[in-house]
């Protein structure tokens, strides 16, 4: 006890020895240089205590160039184990997203579905996001009633307790498990009957009556609480997928997929340079691309608000806030774009889609979740344009008139 008190006490107090470092680096020298003189703040603060004793064991400066090698193999090591779990990835180092195991057959599977149906979010996920719009602009917040998980430490989503998920104005926040009171999502998912051992990803629709997994791929989501629902739907009229422009969406959904929506996942899970390279080239190429063409079209489809556009939507939101910093997206930021900033902001003037965006929460989930990006969890300031009040400036986007367009990527 005692020779532990003293050490402390020796570690608190020593001060900066004069003499050389005991260890001195055999191997390669990098350059050094010194470390600025801080005062730590808290003098018991492990980050003092460890400053303390580095400075008494190598000086005033970086560590010595073999420490440096051992522990850059040691984390690179580290790095790839993590984001073999975090983003599986193809021998050439691209992210490649796992499919969704649970998918509605189109109207058949739909008509399967019983009437009691309930959507599992999370704020974060741009994929989760579709839904909360759509679901919003259809009017079937009362059909389908949501609960909305957080990241939890382990990256899991998990429930708050109904008194930690406080009100913020309008915006939706997160909630507990109103259906099936777990605490966890993966507790859900393994209510289904038969169990489940596989990803517990949201969004993910739960049918009540039959207690099971009715789908957990964003896509059939949405284009089943478009047109699969209308009888309960508050908003029955309004179609974001009219048959006549189907096939465009479905262009368009070909091109932004991959490129922008997977794309962003593809800069930041990358695990070598070349699967970065190709993912940013591919990115900012379809940006670019989408850019030039909304300035002659309001829309991505002409002059009516597509699926097309939600899917568009939920990463552009994200841009500038996350994956421009965290996933590397670099090249440029959305708001250097004029058109796709506006039509950001035409979007997010909607009425209703303001509320699904919880811009904290959607930078605590990936800036203190995707740890091997950002091990310090420090989450970046928002940047001023992409702020509510911002985003609310006029768009004047119902000014460009759409005249024949053709998909050019
Ligand atoms: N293809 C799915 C992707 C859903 C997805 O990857 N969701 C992420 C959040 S952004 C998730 O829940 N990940 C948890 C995990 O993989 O365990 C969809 O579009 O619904």
């Given at each position: 006890m005692s020779s532990i008190v003293s050490s402390q006490f020796f570690f608190m107090h020593s001060t900066i020895?004069?003499?050389?470092?005991r260890f001195k680096s055999q191997a390669t020298k990098l350059p050094r240089m010194s470390l600025p003189q801080r005062k730590p703040?808290?003098?018991?603060?492990p980050a003092s205590l460890l400053t303390t004793l580095t400075n008494l064991v190598?000086?005033?400066?970086?560590?010595p160039g073999v420490l440096v090698s051992a522990v850059r193999s040691a984390w690179s090591s580290a790095w790839l184990l993590m984001m073999s779990q975090l983003a599986p990835s193809t021998s050439s180092g691209s992210y490649s997203r796992p499919a969704s195991?649970?998918?509605?057959?189109?109207p058949e599977g739909a008509a399967?579905?019983?009437?009691s149906l309930y959507l599992y979010v999370g704020l974060p996920c741009p994929w989760a996001h579709r839904t909360l719009i759509v679901r919003a602009l259809k009017g079937l917040e009362d059909a389908v009633p949501v609960s909305v998980a957080a990241p939890g430490s382990d990256g899991s989503w998990e429930f708050m307790t109904p008194k930690r998920?406080?009100?913020?104005?309008?915006v939706i926040v997160p909630t507990d498990?109103?259906?099936?009171?777990?605490?966890n999502l993966r507790d859900v998912y393994r209510l289904?009957?038969?169990?489940y051992s596989g990803r517990c990803t949201v969004p993910m629709l739960w049918d009540a009556e039959r207690k099971d997994?009715?789908?957990?791929e964003s896509y059939d989501i949405i284009t089943l609480f478009n047109s699969g629902m209308n009888s309960v739907a508050?908003?029955?009229?309004?179609?974001?997928?009219p048959p006549e422009l189907k096939p465009r969406i479905e262009e368009w959904n070909r091109v932004i997929y991959?490129?922008?929506?997977n794309g962003v996942y593809r800069c930041g899970f990358a695990q070598s340079q070349e699967a970065y390279d190709l993912a940013v080239n591919g990115l900012f190429t379809t940006l670019d691309m989408i850019d030039d063409h909304l300035s002659r079209s309001r829309y991505l489809c002409g002059d009516k608000l597509t699926l097309a556009d939600v899917c568009l939507f939920t990463t552009l939101i994200r841009f500038d806030i996350v994956y421009n910093v965290l996933f590397k997206c670099?090249?440029?930021?959305?708001?250097?774009y004029p058109n796709l900033h506006a039509y950001t902001r035409d979007i997010y003037q909607i009425?209703?889609?303001?509320?699904?965006?919880?811009f904290p929460a959607i930078m605590d989930g990936y800036y203190k979740t995707l740890f091997p990006l950002n091990p310090s969890n420090i989450r970046p300031v928002i940047p001023s344009a992409s702020e509510h009040e911002a985003l609310s400036?006029?768009?004047?986007?119902?000014?460009?008139v759409s005249g024949n367009l053709v998909i050019a990527a």
């Open positions: 020895p004069s003499s050389k470092p703040d808290d003098p018991n603060s190598w000086g005033p400066s970086l560590p195991r649970f998918r509605l057959d189109g399967l579905l019983s009437s998920g406080v009100a913020d104005g309008e498990d109103k259906c099936n009171g777990q605490r289904r009957r038969g169990g997994v009715a789908c957990n508050k908003n029955p009229g309004l179609d974001l997928c991959p490129n922008i929506n670099t090249k440029k930021k959305l708001v250097e009425p209703m889609v303001a509320a699904t965006c919880n400036e006029p768009h004047h986007r119902e000014h460009v």
